[in-house]
């Protein structure tokens, strides 16, 4: 099982911008995909950016154009850059790792991105 830390949430005004970082406990060079969800309260859980180890990405279409998704192996972390926040992105923020194409998936703690005034 892949421990996986969030941090960089918090509050953030209209049209801001933060990143959130994910570090893993194990090296990340060679997991197949990891990236970020996110859910409001009674909403599923839905994919926000994904990065797998090759580096290919995908974003939903709700952050293409504003979110961007990188890994750095050498500190075992996954970024999300987020501009141009929105209230609509407002949600607690989840980083999740798959070993393989068929493993289950880690997630983390979660955390909370406001976008407000």
């Known amino acids: 099982q892949v421990q996986l830390v969030e941090s960089g949430g918090g509050l953030v005004q209209p049209g801001g911008s933060l990143r959130l970082s994910c570090t893993a406990s194990?090296?990340?060079?060679?997991?197949?995909?990891m990236g970020w969800y996110r859910q409001v309260p009674g909403k599923q859980r839905d994919l926000v950016a994904a990065?797998?180890?090759?580096?290919?990405?995908n974003y939903a279409d709700s952050v293409k154009g504003r979110g961007t998704i990188a890994r750095d192996n050498a500190k075992n972390t996954v970024y999300l850059q987020m501009n141009s926040l929105k209230p609509e992105d407002t949600a607690v923020y989840y980083c999740?790792?798959?070993?393989?194409?068929?493993?289950?998936?880690?997630w983390g703690q979660g955390t909370q991105v406001t976008v407000s005034s």
């Open positions: 999740y790792a798959k070993r393989t194409i068929s493993s289950s998936t880690d």
């Open positions: 194990v090296t990340i060079f060679n997991i197949y995909a």
């Open positions: 990065i797998g180890s090759n580096g290919g990405t």
